[in-house]
């Protein structure tokens, strides 16, 4: 979400904060905006168009400075406006960028009202903007200290004053921020990807930290107050943009790059040990008696798929549960149980806050699934399992998808050999299926210029239903979400066998019904599904194993896909529905890698 950079420099900063601003532009993209301190004070250009438009704006306007602060923002209060877009000022004095939602804001704005603050902006940030100005006596570091302890809610801000031009004060509660230092000239950033390459080495900052940028150094206060020394750690060179190659958009380069990606996600093991996840994972594997999967979106339903396996493989009890409405019900908690959270960035906030949560409750043995090994996900976990996707750009989730899915079905063969329940036959028979699962998904590609012809259909629809059973129920409800978020195409997924019991209201001759058909056990019952549909009008596009024998008929539609791949076949099957949801996207002319209203990273609740 929102992307924050900030720098104190002796050379003109400005390029440096736009090019980080363009690092982090796919995480939100509603507006931007830059701000540097002058001596009259802070000065600005904002867009409501992309980091492109606001780098000529800038470029035009000789905009220049050597401290300043930048944003791209994913709105939550107050419209995606020029007049929303931070950096957000107060009294022509202070400005702040704000990644975060602050829960109390309007309590704070009535008695920074009384105060005579005048709010210009719809924003909750324009509150901390204000309350830091009348807390300031002349050093920014202490007053944002002594406001912070007003916010409720969650944030990461960036601020600088017109009397300390040489100075960028940070902090953070619930949404990450990282310190970025370099030669002569320091930095601030939401992610270390914004400023590789300007620093050489990043601190973490943790919750409640609260720091001082100055050319001479950085300076960082915890919670309490006291000052305190942090690790930096060196930064990973900046990988440069990632090349489109020949592809239209970056969500169809990731779904093409799932052979590749799956492959360096399959360790290069002959077994399955618990090693893959921690130094101590074996004590900690032996010692539990059940699984809780917390996740977000499409990383919930990777845990929806991973539960049909933990409980038929590993033969362990698992629940998945949506991590915002976990943490917030009264649960019971188990010790004993494995608390596996799933998220792509690591930073996910209601992920984060739900493992806390899970973790305040006293269930102490926890693994992150997640593709950043810096995230803070990654170091709140005592086990995890790095995917190895690469950057995931497109805002709808392909390969980071796939990669959790080999992710938690190594988890389950690892828990259920160590359980007794998987035999060293069956061992062996599951990593061949694994190192084979590349070579498969490139047949399943091949099957792009299929899918193209009906996405022409699909994108004249207002509405579709997708239908799975058992391990592919989970596929289907990706499959919707895929089709919702990009071509805004109103879609709904169910397990076929629920279809009588509500939703076959809804099939006329206008829904197309998507099918997931892989042969295995549930097969026969799903034919008697689709044929309750087809006697209701409805036209089916199913994507069904070859070995299936579902043939093309009048209203029904079939892709051949290779033959049942077993208990994989999850992964294989949902490779055709990103497509479907792609092509469909790109006939409707949507904004494919950045769709409206949603945004890469979710850092707010
Ligand atoms: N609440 C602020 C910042 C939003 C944000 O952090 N998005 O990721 C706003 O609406 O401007």
Not at 42 to 62: F, G, T, Y
Not at 77 to 95: D, E, K, M, Q, Y
Not at 215 to 221: D, H, S
Not at 538 to 558: M, R
Request: some cysteine; proline content about 4%.
């Amino acid at each position: 979400m929102c992307g924050i950079v900030g720098a104190v420099a002796q050379r003109n900063i400005v390029p440096v904060l736009i090019e980080g601003l363009r690092r982090l532009e796919y995480r939100g993209y509603d507006s931007c905006g830059v701000a540097v301190v002058t001596s009259e004070g802070p000065a600005r250009v904002r867009s409501v168009s992309r980091v492109a438009e606001l780098d000529e704006q800038a470029r035009e306007s000789h905009f220049e400075g050597v401290t300043g602060i930048a944003h791209t923002r994913w709105a939550t209060h107050g419209a995606p406006t020029v007049n929303n877009a931070h950096p957000i000022f107060s009294r022509n004095a202070l400005a702040i960028v704000h990644n975060g939602i602050i829960e109390n804001y309007e309590a704070l704005r009535e008695a920074l009202r009384a105060k005579g603050y005048e709010f210009v902006s719809q924003t909750d940030t324009e509150v901390i903007a204000h309350l830091i100005h009348s807390l300031y006596k002349g050093d920014l570091f202490s007053a944002v200290r002594e406001a912070v302890q007003q916010l409720a809610g969650a944030y990461a801000i960036g601020v600088v004053h017109k009397d300390q031009p040489h100075t960028v004060v940070g902090a953070r509660a619930g949404s990450p921020l990282v310190v970025g230092l370099g030669s002569g000239e320091n930095f601030l950033a939401s992610d270390a990807l914004a400023i590789a390459g300007s620093a050489s080495h990043v601190v973490y900052l943790e919750e409640g930290d609260v720091c001082e940028l100055t050319l001479e150094g950085v300076r960082i206060a915890e919670r309490g107050g006291s000052e305190v020394q942090r690790e930096a750690r060196e930064v990973l060179a900046y990988g440069g943009t990632v090349e489109l190659g020949p592809y239209r958009h970056y969500m169809q380069k990731e779904i093409f790059e799932q052979p590749g990606a799956i492959g360096n996600t399959i360790p290069a093991t002959d077994t399955f040990e618990p090693e893959l996840f921690g130094a101590n994972a074996r004590e900690v594997f032996k010692g539990i008696d059940s699984i809780l999967i917390l996740a977000c979106g499409t990383s919930y339903y990777a845990g929806v798929t991973a539960k049909y396996w933990l409980e038929s493989v590993a033969k362990i009890r698992t629940e998945v549960e949506i991590a915002s409405e976990y943490r917030y019900r009264e649960s019971v908690p188990n010790p004993r149980a494995l608390v596996v959270t799933i998220s792509q960035s690591g930073e996910t906030a209601d992920t984060l806050a739900a493992l806390k949560h899970a973790q305040s409750l006293g269930m102490e043995h926890t693994l992150a699934v997640c593709n950043v090994a810096t995230s803070h996900m990654v170091r709140l976990t005592e086990l995890n399992f790095l995917t190895h996707a690469g950057r995931e750009i497109g805002v709808a989730s392909t390969k980071a998808f796939t990669t959790q899915l080999v992710g938690l079905f190594i988890l389950a063969v690892t828990l259920g050999k160590l359980r007794g329940h998987v035999s060293a036959e069956q061992e062996a028979q599951y990593l061949k299926l694994l190192r084979h699962l590349p070579a498969a998904l490139n047949g399943v590609l091949a099957l792009e210029p299929q899918i193209i012809a009906w996405a022409d259909e699909f994108a004249r629809k207002e509405n579709a239903l997708f239908l799975g059973r058992g391990l592919h129920y989970p596929i289907a409800l990706e499959g919707a979400l895929k089709l919702k978020e990009i071509s805004y195409i109103h879609a709904e997924a169910y397990p076929a066998g629920e279809l009588k019991h509500g939703p076959l209201a809804l099939v006329t001759e206008a829904m197309p019904v998507v099918t997931v058909a892989p042969n295995d056990a549930l097969l026969e019952k799903l034919k008697s599904n689709m044929q309750e549909v087809r006697a209701r009008g409805g036209e089916l596009y199913v994507f069904a194993d070859a070995d299936t024998h579902i043939t093309s008929e009048d209203g029904i539609h079939v892709i051949r896909m290779p033959e049942h791949y077993g208990l994989l076949s999850p992964i294989l099957h949902v490779v055709p529905l990103q497509l479907l949801a792609y092509h469909t996207a790109c006939a409707r002319g949507t904004d494919v890698d950045k769709p409206r209203n949603l945004a890469k990273s979710v850092t707010v609740e």
